[in-house]
């Protein structure tokens, strides 16, 4: 794996040779944005416009009047945007852009949460659990970009929550990882064979058609603790 993130492999094969020369194919992966067009929603949005999918329009345009900013209907504290990246990925990099034409220090206090939704076995049934894999706060900074070095962790949620009584805009959101999805189970035991690889799982079945309510708070009480990574500014 390079700097980047990236990664290379190479195949040796046999060939007719002389001088004992061999053919090595080399193949690299390029990390992506794989927020962009994906499912994004907020706690709610102001009735002028400012809908959760602007943060994965893929456009860092931070000026309002361009249709291309997040925009809460209500100022307060523990105002929240989700995204749903639909699959789990190897992360390496989260950037938060902020917006520019006003308002900028909107986006001086919030927290970012990372995790997975993991449908785990309980007897015959399958129940859902939250896994924090990164998180951070960001306190009285006030920057047109907040980078954080995620160390390509894997996740397939990012939540970010505002600590101030102001409402929470965001230009956009990019999720930097490696293309393709991470494997998941279908039994258990494709389950232990993962886990004793050290590899995150997300078991492949049906999830429900509804989301409760209640869902945030279930992310707010999350059994371990996410672990803390510092921001790189």
Not at 78 to 102: M, T
Request: proline share 4%.
């Amino acid at each position: 794996q390079d700097s980047t993130g990236g990664s290379v492999g190479i195949t040796v094969r046999p060939t007719a040779h002389s001088g004992g020369s061999v053919t090595v194919a080399v193949s690299y992966s390029t990390p992506i944005n794989v927020a962009q067009g994906k499912s994004a929603t907020q706690i709610n949005t102001r009735s002028a416009g400012g809908a959760a999918s602007r943060a994965v329009d893929g456009n860092t345009d931070g000026r309002f009047n361009r249709n291309s900013v997040t925009h809460t209907a209500t100022a307060s504290a523990g105002n929240w945007w989700k995204l749903d990246l639909g699959g789990k990925y190897s992360v390496s990099q989260i950037k938060v852009y902020n917006r520019l034409d006003c308002c900028k220090d909107a986006l001086s206090n919030f927290e970012i949460w990372c995790g997975k939704l993991i449908w785990a076995p309980d007897s015959s049934m399958f129940h859902l659990a939250h896994e924090g894999t990164f998180s951070a706060t960001v306190q009285n900074k006030i920057q047109n970009v907040y980078t954080f070095a995620v160390n390509n962790r894997p996740m397939n949620m990012v939540r970010i929550r505002t600590n101030l009584n102001k409402p929470l805009m965001i230009a956009e959101v990019q999720v930097t990882a490696l293309p393709g999805v991470l494997p998941r189970a279908t039994t258990t035991a494709e389950l232990t064979a993962l886990d004793q690889e050290g590899l995150d799982i997300e078991l492949a079945r049906d999830r429900p058609s509804t989301v409760s309510n209640s869902e945030e708070d279930i992310v707010e009480d999350l059994g371990t603790a996410p672990i803390k990574e510092d921001i790189v500014m």
